[in-house]
């Protein structure tokens, strides 16, 4: 539908910190929520943190609860992902995604398209 571009990966230590951006051309984002997965070498992709669109609600995966926070900016043109305390199991391809909320057992967050992916390896 539109354009997802992520910014912000790199190579940082344990411990360290980094803050992922996601934007659409500058546009603002006009999906219900907002989210980031990531994909580490050989394994599937899996669920990091979602908001909605407004902000109002956050989710996030157990893993990284306490560490990475989620967050859009008043102009609803930038999603981005603070990572704190990074650990070398953190290491994979982020994605952003644009989607919607879903429940079944529990909430989901339900992607509907994608941004390429950014690197982050967490590496002494």
């Known amino acids: 539908q539109v354009q997802l571009v992520e910014s912000g990966g790199g190579l940082v230590e344990p411990e360290g910190s980094l803050r992922l951006s996601c934007g659409a051309s500058?546009?603002?984002?006009?999906?219900?929520?907002m989210g980031w997965f990531r994909q580490a070498p050989g394994k599937e992709r899996d669920f990091v943190a979602a908001l909605t669109s407004n902000g109002g609600s956050t989710v996030y995966a157990e893993s990284v609860k306490g560490r990475f926070t989620v967050s859009i900016d008043d102009a609803k043109t930038m999603m981005s992902l603070q990572m704190n305390a990074l650990k070398p199991e953190d290491t994979a391809v982020y994605f952003c995604?644009?989607?919607?909320?879903?429940?079944?057992?529990?909430?989901?967050?339900?992607?509907?398209?994608w941004g390429q992916g950014t690197q982050v390896t967490v590496s002494s």
């Open positions: 995604a644009a989607g919607h909320f879903s429940y079944s057992d529990q909430l989901y967050f339900e992607p509907d398209y």
């Open positions: 500058g546009r603002t984002f006009s999906s219900d929520a």
